[in-house]
């Protein structure tokens, strides 16, 4: 199974802890064309992944393709976007995919809290709801034990 999430924070203690597990994921894409041309970024961040789990830094274009792959494969596959952006540029990309989790957006003074772990912009929103009318079910949660909020608007 092929798992989404956006989290600005990209690889943390909840990823490791909770959503692994959750999620079985023997596979951790990190969607982001930054990090993914970075590799002493790269370098850093896996040192909080487990050797089990076989962690790509992939740019967005290439993100269709390599799912595509893991799914012949039947590989469970945790991909974390950094941001609403990238999802759905994914998105526009060829990745169709049918859920995304919304894990963490932070909140700062341009942007309206819509519930306790995510804030949005203008942008952010736009591309949330474009996610939402291309039938996306966004589920808004910190970690797997939360009950999932939809419709948070």
């Not at 050797?51 to 290439?62: D, H, I, K, Y």
Request: aromatic share 10%; hydrophobic share 45%.
């Amino acid at each position: 199974m092929i798992w989404y999430r956006i989290d600005n924070r990209l690889i943390h203690g909840q990823i490791i802890e909770a959503w692994l597990p959750y999620t079985r994921a023997t596979r951790l894409v990190v969607a982001n064309n930054q990090l993914a041309v970075d590799p002493l970024r790269q370098q850093i961040v896996l040192l909080a992944v487990p050797s089990r789990v076989c962690t790509n830094f992939a740019v967005l274009g290439s993100l269709p393709a390599l799912i595509a792959e893991y799914q012949q494969k039947k590989d469970d596959v945790l991909v974390l976007f950094a941001n609403c952006q990238d999802a759905r540029a994914a998105f526009d990309l060829g990745l169709n995919f049918e859920k995304c989790n919304i894990g963490n957006l932070p909140y700062s003074e341009e942007k309206r809290r819509i519930c306790s772990h995510v804030a949005v912009s203008a942008d952010d929103e736009y591309c949330l709801r474009y996610l939402e009318d291309h039938s996306v079910i966004l589920d808004f949660r910190s970690i797997p034990a939360d009950v999932p909020q939809m419709g948070v608007w």
